[in-house]
T-cell receptor, first 113, second 111 residues
Framework: GNSVTQMEGPVTLSEEAFLTINCTYT??????LFWYVQYPGEGLQLLLK?????DKGSNKGFEATYRKETTSFHLEKGSVQVSDSAVYFC????????????FGDGTTLTVKP | EADIYQTPRYLVIGTGKKITLECSQT?????MYWYQQDPGMELHLIHY???????EKGDLSSESTVSRIRTEHFPLTLESARPSHTSQYLC??????????FGEGSRLTVL
C-alpha cells in the first residue's frame, strides 16, 4: 500500500533560519503530492502541491519539488518567521476512484524570535 | 477560502450520550472524509464517501457511523459515547486535483 515518511520532529529554529523537512513516499502509479499546515486549534490547510514528476509547488515562501527518481517531496523555506510555527504534514493522493490520501505523521516546527 | 464547516467546535459530554458531529461543504465535492486526530497529531481515516448514498469505513476501526443523504452534508454519529472516543475529529472534502479541504475540527471530550 501507499505510505509517507516524513522527518521526525519537533524542529526548533531561530527566526530567519533555513528550513528543510524531509518527506519520502511509497506509492503505486503516479500520485499527487501535497504539504499541509496545521496551526494551533485549527484544521489542516493546503500549503502547496505538485501533481506530476519535476513539478515544483510553492506558496508563502515555501517550496517543494516532486522527485520521482528519489520518491521525495522535501519542504524548504529560505527564511522562517515566528508565524510559521505549526505542524506540517506531507501527503499523497492516489488518484483512484476512492481518492484517499495518505499522510505522514506530521512535523512540529517552532520558530523562536 | 475553503467552504467547509464543522459544528460543534468543542463538545464535552457524559458517557453513554449520543452525539452527532456536523460537516457541510458548499463546493459540490463528491468525495468526503472523516479523520480522527490523536494527541500525537497523526491523522487516521475513519470514514469516507464517494458521493450520495455511498459510505465506506476507513483504515482505523471506529464505532461511529456516517451518512450521506445530500452531497453537501456528511454527519458523523456516535450512538453511545465513551471516554475512549475523546479526540479531535476532522472533516474534509476532495478537490479536482486531489487536494483536501478541511474544516476547523470538532474537539470531543467524553467524561
Amino acid at each position: 500500500g501507499n505510505s509517507v515518511t516524513q522527518m521526525e520532529g519537533p524542529v526548533t529554529l531561530s527566526e530567519e533560519a533555513f528550513l528543510t523537512i524531509n518527506c519520502t513516499y511509497t506509492a503505486t502509479g503516479y500520485p499527487s503530492l501535497f504539504w499541509y499546515v496545521q496551526y494551533p486549534g485549527e484544521g489542516l490547510q493546503l500549503l502547496l502541491k505538485a501533481t506530476k514528476a519535476d513539478d515544483k509547488g510553492s506558496n508563502k515562501g515555501f517550496e517543494a519539488t516532486y522527485r520521482k527518481e528519489t520518491t521525495s517531496f522535501h519542504l524548504e523555506k529560505g527564511s522562517v518567521q515566528v508565524s510559521d510555527s505549526a505542524v506540517y504534514f506531507c501527503a499523497l493522493s492516489d488518484n483512484t476512484n476512492a481518492g484517499k490520501s495518505t499522510f505522514g505523521d506530521g512535523t512540529t516546527l517552532t520558530v523562536k524570535p | 477560502e475553503a467552504d467547509i464547516y464543522q459544528t460543534p467546535r468543542y463538545l464535552v459530554i457524559g458517557t453513554g450520550k449520543k452525539i452527532t458531529l456536523e460537516c457541510s461543504q458548499t463546493m459540490g465535492h463528491d468525495k468526503m472524509y472523516w479523520y480522527q486526530q490523536d494527541p500525537g497529531m497523526e491523522l487516521h481515516l475513519i470514514h469516507y464517501s464517494y458521493g450520495v448514498n455511498s459510505t465506506e469505513k476507513g483504515d482505523l476501526s471506529s464505532e461511529s457511523t456516517v451518512s450521506r443523504i445530500r452531497t453537501e452534508h456528511f454527519p458523523l454519529t456516535l450512538e453511545s459515547a465513551r471516554p475512549s472516543h475523546t479526540s479531535q475529529y476532522l472533516c474534509a472534502s476532495r478537490g479536482n486535483t486531489g487536494e483536501l479541504f478541511f474544516g476547523e475540527g470538532s474537539r470531543l471530550t467524553v467524561l
